[in-house]
C-alpha cells in the first residue's frame, strides 16, 4: 500500500484521499473544482486561495482546515481514534468464523484499492 508524504499540504490531501478510497480526480469532482485545475496546483504545490476550497477539501476528506495547512490538527485524529475504538468493539463481539470472514473481506479490500490505485498511477504518472 502506498503511502504519501504527510509534510506538504498536497501530500496530507493525497493521503487523506487515499485512506477514504478517493481518487484526485473523484475527490475534485465532489468539491466542484476542475481536476485539471487541482492537478496544476499539485504539480506546482500551491495551496489553494480560492475561498472555501480549502475548507470544502477538509470537509469531503473528514479532517479540518488546520490539518491540511499545518499537518497540525486532534479533532480528525479523535473522529479515526473513535471509529477504530467502534470497530475494534464489534470486532470483539463476534466469533472465531465471523472474524476469519472480516479478515478475508479485509484482504480482498485492500488488493483492490491496491490495484486501483496502480491503474490511477499508470493513468497519471506526473502525480506521482
Known amino acids: ?3 504519501y508524504d504527510t509534510e506538504t499540504f498536497w ?3 493525497k493521503e487523506r484521499a ?3 478510497g478517493l481518487s484526485i ?4 469532482e465532489r468539491i466542484g473544482e476542475p481536476y ?3 492537478t496544476n496546483r499539485i504539480s506546482h504545490g500551491t495551496v489553494p486561495k480560492k475561498k472555501g476550497l480549502v475548507e470544502a477539501l477538509a470537509e469531503e476528506l473528514g479532517c479540518s482546515v488546520s490539518y491540511l495547512i499545518s499537518g497540525q490538527d486532534d479533532q480528525s485524529d479523535k473522529k ?3 471509529d477504530i475504538e467502534y470497530v475494534i468493539e464489534k470486532y470483539k463481539l463476534l466469533s472465531e468464523d465471523k472474524k476469519s470472514a472480516v479478515r478475508l473481506l479485509l484482504k480482498a479490500l485492500e488488493a483492490q484499492q491496491e490495484r486501483e490505485h496502480e491503474e490511477y498511477k499508470r493513468e497519471h504518472p506526473e502525480l506521482f
Open 36 to 38: 485539471k485545475s487541482v
Open 11 to 13: 501530500g496530507r490531501v
Open 1 to 3: 500500500m502506498t503511502f
Open 80 to 82: 479515526y481514534s473513535r
Open 25 to 28: 480526480k473523484a475527490l475534485s
Open 18 to 20: 487515499r485512506i477514504n
